[in-house]
């Protein structure tokens, strides 16, 4: 499903003021796309998994450092927020956010949240992230407005430190891990 449209030999690694000046605002106020089919239209938070969306748009193709764009519209539970659940039981949790400013200036031009894949009891819990690029409220519409301006920038890759699993296994009382710290300790000491 996925088609580029850059020259062959080129690698698509916008920064973050790359997605929101040349993809995010132009969507949302109707203008053209530098290349069209580059970031592609998907609803993220729908009923596909991560891998799914994935495997669908070409990520087992891409190197490690590539990543998958999207533009995906938000959809509001409330004024205030939004549902970011995903396929079967899943959804994003947001770890972290950070305003983006224009290039040399304290202008913010966009909001860039980070997210993990969560779904306890499933093999892929941890491992996805996402990066969500919006406009600043003031210049979109309300979150459940059918304007473009509702439009994010998603970014999809996969994580390269999921969460451990501890699977069937019941954690060590405190005094077990003791003991077994000086086990290895004592181990270490010996082979010195």
């Given at each position: 499903?996925?088609?580029?449209?850059?020259?062959?030999?080129?690698?698509?690694?916008p920064?973050?003021?790359?997605?929101?000046?040349?993809?995010?605002?132009?969507?949302?106020?109707?203008?053209?796309?530098?290349?069209?089919?580059?970031?592609?239209?998907?609803?993220?938070?729908?009923?596909?998994?991560?891998?799914?969306?994935?495997?669908?748009?070409g990520?087992?193709?891409?190197?490690e450092?590539?990543?998958?764009?999207?533009?995906?519209?938000?959809?509001?539970l409330?004024?205030?927020?939004?549902?970011?659940?995903?396929?079967?039981?899943?959804?994003?949790?947001?770890?972290?956010?950070?305003?983006?400013?224009?290039?040399?200036?304290?202008?913010?031009?966009?909001?860039?949240?980070?997210?993990?894949?969560?779904?306890?009891?499933?093999?892929?819990?941890?491992?996805?992230?996402?990066?969500?690029?919006?406009?600043?409220?003031?210049?979109?519409?309300?979150v459940?407005?059918?304007?473009?301006?509702?439009?994010?920038?998603?970014?999809?890759?996969?994580?390269?430190?999921?969460?451990?699993?501890?699977?069937?296994?019941?954690?060590?009382?405190?005094?077990?891990?003791?003991?077994?710290?000086?086990?290895?300790?004592?181990?270490?000491?010996?082979?010195?």
């Open positions: 499903m996925a088609s580029y449209s850059i020259p062959a030999g080129y690698k698509f690694h920064s973050d003021e790359d997605v929101v000046r040349f993809y995010l605002r132009p969507k949302a106020t109707g203008q053209p796309l530098p290349y069209p089919d580059i970031v592609f239209e998907f609803d993220l938070y729908g009923e596909k998994e991560p891998s799914e969306i994935w495997d669908m748009f990520g087992p193709s891409l190197d450092t590539e990543d998958l764009f999207f533009f995906t519209k938000l959809k509001p409330s004024r205030s927020r939004v549902n970011r659940s995903v396929g079967i039981g899943g959804t994003w949790s947001n770890e972290s956010s950070k305003t983006i400013f224009a290039r040399g200036t304290r202008i913010p031009i966009a909001m860039k949240r980070n997210f993990r894949y969560e779904n306890p009891g499933s093999l892929q819990d941890g491992a996805w992230i996402m990066r969500e690029y919006s406009l600043p409220m003031k210049t979109q519409p309300d459940g407005s059918s304007s473009s301006s509702s439009y994010v920038v998603c970014r999809l890759s996969k994580n390269d430190r999921p969460k451990p699993k501890v699977v069937g296994e019941v954690p060590a009382k405190k005094e077990e891990m003791k003991s077994l710290i000086n086990l290895h300790k004592r181990k270490i000491d010996q082979e010195r």
